[in-house]
């Protein structure tokens, strides 16, 4: 059977219907299968996938996604605690990594993020786990079309202004939005995806 499209979904060959960005590249179907939305928790989970969103900014998420296992190499497996200690031998070597985005701003916001990190432990109980999941949505029903999947919502809104009050860089409502998809805060599967 040949792929089959609607506006919103994809039925690639083996009949099970995705959320239509799924479609054609293997990287993506396999990502929106098995991560995508689905719940992630802990501090170095999250502040990777922060990290990632904070990186993917202007790009393709999948630029950023075939280069993911090059990040965790860069960022020592985006353990906060080390990258927290980051100066300017590793700003330089980051700098000089072609299998990551080398962008001067960006890198300097993973470190500074990772710092913050660290700082949230003493400031919200449950650190930054808590923090990120107090804004979950579980009410929601979920999107009908691509159409009805917001790029920001409120949720989103006072997350960021949240984790930018605590020193959060490079964390606006849009970015936050996409990390709390890819984390499973919310769930924008679409209703007729078998991956929901």
């Not at 040949?2 to 060959?13: C, G, H, I, N, S």
């Not at 590249?25 to 929106?32: C, I």
């Not at 993973?110 to 660290?118: M, S, T, Y």
Request: proline share 5%; with cysteine; glycine share 8%.
């Amino acid at each position: 059977m040949a792929e089959q499209r609607t506006d919103d979904l994809v039925v690639p060959a083996d009949g099970l219907p995705r959320c239509r960005w799924a479609g054609p590249a293997e990287d993506y179907r396999t990502y929106h299968d098995t991560e995508w939305g689905r719940p992630v928790r802990g501090e170095r989970a999250l502040y990777e996938r922060l990290t990632l969103e904070a990186f993917q900014s202007g790009l393709s998420w999948l630029t950023i996604l075939r280069k993911r296992e090059a990040f965790r190499a860069a960022f020592e497996g985006f353990d906060p605690e080390r990258v927290a200690h980051y100066g300017d031998a590793d700003r330089a070597r980051l700098l000089a990594d072609a299998g990551i985005v080398r962008n001067r701003a960006k890198v300097d916001a993973a470190v500074r993020n990772a710092r913050a990190v660290l700082a949230l432990r003493d400031a919200v109980d449950g650190g930054l786990d808590a923090l990120v999941w107090s804004y979950a949505d579980d009410v929601r029903q979920p999107p009908s079309r691509l159409v009805d999947v917001p790029a920001r919502t409120a949720e989103s809104t006072a997350l960021a202004a949240e984790l930018r009050r605590h020193g959060f860089v490079l964390v606006g409502p849009t970015t936050v939005y996409a990390a709390m998809q890819a984390c499973g805060v919310v769930n924008d599967h679409l209703a007729g995806c078998a991956f929901r």
